[in-house]
């Protein structure tokens, strides 16, 4: 839809990061090898110093060399390096075709039938929740908060709320967290809800009605294509790259074929279950795109702090001036999983969804929205989600490390840069679904690629969960699901050759 970009227009800092990174690619610079000093690269190139550290700090950012303290920048080999990335679907055209109507039931009858499998076995090793592990978070910082909460307001938990709406403590300090990510919201326009769920299916509630279209990415969180099919709407898939994420080109045809397209609902930042991070200027396109059309975009933004590069990655509501933009946010993933808050803005529907949740859940609990207030609003938090990415990035290398030891060639990984996940695609021949109950009968629990689609094109896709310590258990988990898919390819070998 766009002209490619020219590189001479380019930032320099981005140039001469682009001519070293090919030279990585290339094999000119191999893994081990030492990259030009900040002082060797601004005579070299004849740039400054801010544009030569602006190169090394990029080159960094993008996996291609890690800094040794006191020594210099050398090329690493990036984790997963072995692998292609999982194949993306064809960006031309929406997966499902709206005429064929049983593509669109049965989706909560087979995803649940999954999940209550996955509930009722006796599970030893869970690489299918994409959840960080409790020892992740500091329970005992959160403890003290909720404790001096109760000291401060002794009947918060007896006393019902005397006002609709969210407490004004906790609309300040989202509003304040919103800017500095580069979204504009005023205080009263923050509406807490109960994580991301409770948002999103007021998004929906607000934007359409029975028997409307809504567009997905594909492939997609299962728990959306449960949301959707629940308030009788009807899911569009669309592509989702893993570099750029949702296709434009597949939401035009979309626009053009379907007059009852209402919405498109996208995690822009480690879209689950790809892992992509939609680049800045898709993002510009794609709010474009839904003001030009008259498209609700719901933006699921609950991943955004887990990306792993500097600065700050500004959500889809930053790029809204007319309201389009329905923004969610959840802390589910990043402060405390059992407190199931969250907050929404409307956009130009706020006044609706706020009557929606009204009528649906009357007032929200008051000691959750405050002890997520102050648990945001200080210097700790921040120091929390450094520590938090750190650890993750180790547990996501060396689960991407198991699957290169145990799994069999072909087997192809998208590796995100941050995030909770990998999106395996296995060899030819490889069932998830089928692999999915093998693993549960050894205690180990997956999450099969038929649960992120309702169009069967996943079958040999996977997702794996990387929320846990690296232990010997998990360990043992990797080895045994390998044995297992080394098992079915062996058992389809003609299969697998031919492909």
């Given at each position: 839809m766009s002209a490619k970009k020219d590189p001479d227009r380019l930032p320099l800092y981005q140039q001469w990061a682009d001519h070293y990174q090919q030279a990585?690619?290339?094999?000119?610079?191999?893994?081990?090898?030492?990259?030009?000093?900040?002082?060797?690269?601004?005579?070299?190139?004849?740039?400054?110093?801010?544009?030569?550290?602006?190169?090394?700090?990029?080159?960094?950012?993008?996996?291609?060399?890690?800094?040794?303290?006191?020594?210099?920048?050398?090329?690493?080999?990036?984790?997963?390096?072995?692998?292609?990335?999982?194949?993306d679907p064809d960006p031309g055209q929406p997966v499902v075709c709206l005429d064929d109507a049983h593509l669109f039931a049965g989706i909560n009858e087979r995803i649940s039938l999954i999940l209550e499998k996955g509930r009722r076995a006796q599970v030893r090793v869970d690489l299918g929740a994409a959840m960080p592990a409790a020892s992740l978070f500091d329970g005992a910082a959160l403890n003290r908060i909720g404790m001096g909460l109760l000291r401060d307001y002794p009947d918060i938990l007896v006393q019902g709320s005397s006002r609709p709406g969210t407490h004004p403590e906790f609309q300040a300090v989202m509003a304040r967290r919103a800017l500095e990510a580069g979204v504009q919201v005023a205080p009263q326009e923050v509406m807490s809800t109960v994580g991301n769920s409770e948002a999103v299916n007021l998004g929906l509630a607000a934007v359409a009605e029975r028997g409307d279209v809504v567009a997905v990415e594909s492939?997609?969180?299962y728990g959306l294509l449960q949301a959707v099919e629940a308030q009788n709407l009807r899911a569009l898939e669309i592509p989702s790259s893993s570099r750029t994420g949702i296709s434009l080109e597949a939401?035009?045809?979309?626009?053009?074929?379907?007059p009852r397209l209402r919405a498109v609902v996208v995690v822009p930042h480690l879209q689950m279950p790809n892992g992509a991070i939609m680049p800045d200027?898709?993002?510009?396109?794609?709010?474009?795109?839904?003001?030009?059309?008259?498209?609700?975009l719901i933006?699921?933004?609950?991943?955004?702090?887990?990306?792993?590069r500097d600065g700050v990655s500004r959500p889809l509501k930053a790029w809204d001036r007319t309201g389009q933009v329905i923004y969610c946010v959840s802390f589910n993933k990043t402060v405390a999983p059992g407190l199931r808050q969250g907050w929404m803005n409307g956009g130009r529907w706020h006044n609706r969804v706020q009557m929606l949740k009204f009528a649906k859940t009357r007032n929200m609990q008051v000691w959750g929205q405050l002890l997520a207030a102050r648990c945001l609003d200080?210097?700790?938090?921040?120091?929390?989600?450094?520590?938090?990415?750190?650890?993750?990035?180790?547990?996501?290398?060396?689960?991407?490390?198991a699957v290169a030891r145990h799994f069999p060639p072909g087997t192809r990984l998208n590796i995100p840069a941050g995030g909770l996940s990998l999106w395996a695609e296995l060899p030819p021949g490889v069932s998830s679904s089928r692999l999915f109950e093998q693993a549960l009968a050894l205690g180990i629990r997956i999450a099969p690629g038929s649960m992120f689609s309702n169009t069967g094109r996943y079958e040999r896709f996977l997702r794996f969960s990387c929320g846990l310590p690296f232990t010997e258990e998990v360990e043992w988990a990797f080895a045994e699901l390998g044995r297992l898919v080394h098992a079915m390819v062996e058992a389809d070998p003609l299969r697998y050759s031919a492909a």
């Open positions: 990585v690619a290339l094999g000119v610079l191999p893994v081990g090898s030492r990259l030009p000093s900040v002082r060797e690269l601004m005579q070299r190139h004849g740039i400054s110093l801010s544009t030569a550290l602006q190169v090394l700090r990029t080159l960094e950012e993008r996996g291609c060399v890690e800094a040794r303290p006191r020594i210099g920048y050398f090329v690493r080999e990036p984790a997963g390096s072995q692998f292609e990335a999982a194949s492939p997609t969180f939401l035009e045809l979309a626009v053009r074929q379907e200027e898709h993002k510009q396109r794609l709010v474009d795109f839904c003001v030009q059309h008259r498209l609700a933006e699921d933004d609950i991943y955004r702090e887990f990306v792993e200080s210097a700790a938090h921040d120091r929390h989600l450094r520590r938090l990415r750190t650890q993750l990035k180790l547990q996501r290398e060396r689960s991407v490390q």
